[in-house]
Nanobody, 122 residues
Framework: QEQLVESGGGSVQAGGSLRLTCTAS????????MGWFRQIPGKQREAVAS???????LYADAVKGRFTISRDNAKDTMYLHMNNLRPEDTAMYFC????????????????WGQGTQVTVSS
């Protein structure tokens, strides 16, 4: 059974850094597109970044230059390095995967983790 588990969230001050980790199991991880999304209560889940099977990344404008997505196929793991965090980055962060195509469009992602909370204080 496919499963995604996020970790690494926490509380930091503005300007700080965090690294999120997403570990996959139950499918051929190396062939799938992976993505990070975030959501705050009362708002739609929004894309943060995606990375295809060849490690080509895409970023939402709000995080370009501050966040870096990467993956280690040997470990079935994806990372999100978040630098220069801002209070507006506060959200629950989710990782997700999809088998076909790769983009920041939320709809085609098939599997989702449970999320990890990131809180940035000013």
């Amino acid at each position: 059974q496919e499963q995604l588990v996020e970790s690494g969230g926490g509380s930091v001050q503005a300007g700080g850094s965090l690294r999120l980790t997403c570990t996959a199991s139950g499918y051929t991880y190396s062939t799938v597109c992976m993505g990070w999304f975030r959501q705050i209560p009362g708002k739609q889940r929004e894309a943060v970044a995606s990375i295809d099977s060849e490690s080509n990344p895409l970023y939402a404008d709000a995080v370009k230059g501050r966040f870096t997505i990467s993956r280690d196929n040997a470990k079935d793991t994806m990372y999100l390095h978040m630098n220069n965090l801002r209070p507006e980055d506060t959200a629950m962060y989710f990782c997700a995967s999809r088998y076909f195509g790769c983009s920041l469009d939320r709809a085609p992602y098939n599997f989702w983790g449970q999320g990890t909370q990131v809180t940035v204080s000013s």
